[in-house]
C-alpha cells in the first residue's frame, strides 16, 4: 500500500495544523491507522493510532489533550489534528498502516511531512 502524508508546514508555537493521509486507492477497514514521527537526530517515535473499523484511539502521552486522529471512510483519509504545537514537536511525520494498534505492529510507511514549529 502506497501512503502519502501531507498538511506540514512552518508554524509558531501555539498554532495548530492538520495533517492529513491518503492511500492509492486501498482501503484501511481492516487495519489500524498511525502517526509516527521523526526529529533529527532520534528515532522514529509513536504520536497516535486509531483503529479504522471502530474508531478506537490511542496517543502518545506527550501529545495527549492536543493532538486529534481521526478517519473519513468516504475520502479514505486518515488525519491528525495538532494543536498547541511547540518546538518539540518539530519532526519530520508518517502515516503508517499497521495490523494491530500496537506501535511496533505498523509498517507500510508513507512519505512524511515536514512539521517545524518555531519558538
Known amino acids: 500500500v502506497q501512503l502519502q502524508a501531507s498538511g506540514g508546514g512552518l508554524v509558531q508555537a501555539g498554532g495548530s495544523l492538520r495533517l492529513s493521509c491518503t492511500t492509492s486507492?486501498?482501503?484501511?477497514?481492516?487495519?489500524?491507522m498511525g502517526w509516527f514521527r521523526q526529529a533529527p537526530g532520534k528515532e522514529r517515535e509513536f504520536v497516535a493510532a486509531?483503529?479504522?473499523?471502530?474508531?478506537?484511539?490511542s496517543y502518545a502521552d506527550s501529545v495527549k489533550g492536543r493532538f486529534t486522529i481521526s478517519r473519513d471512510n468516504a475520502k479514505i483519509t486518515l488525519y491528525l489534528q495538532m494543536n498547541n504545537l511547540k518546538p518539540e514537536d518539530t519532526a519530520v511525520y508518517y502515516c503508517?498502516?499497521?495490523?494491530?494498534?500496537?506501535?511496533?505492529?505498523?509498517?507500510?510507511w508513507g512519505q512524511g511531512t515536514q512539521v517545524t514549529v518555531s519558538s
Open positions: 503508517a498502516r499497521g495490523a494491530t494498534m500496537r506501535p511496533v505492529d505498523f509498517g507500510s
Open positions: 486507492g486501498r482501503t484501511f477497514s481492516s487495519y489500524a
Open positions: 486509531i483503529r479504522w473499523r471502530t474508531g478506537t484511539t
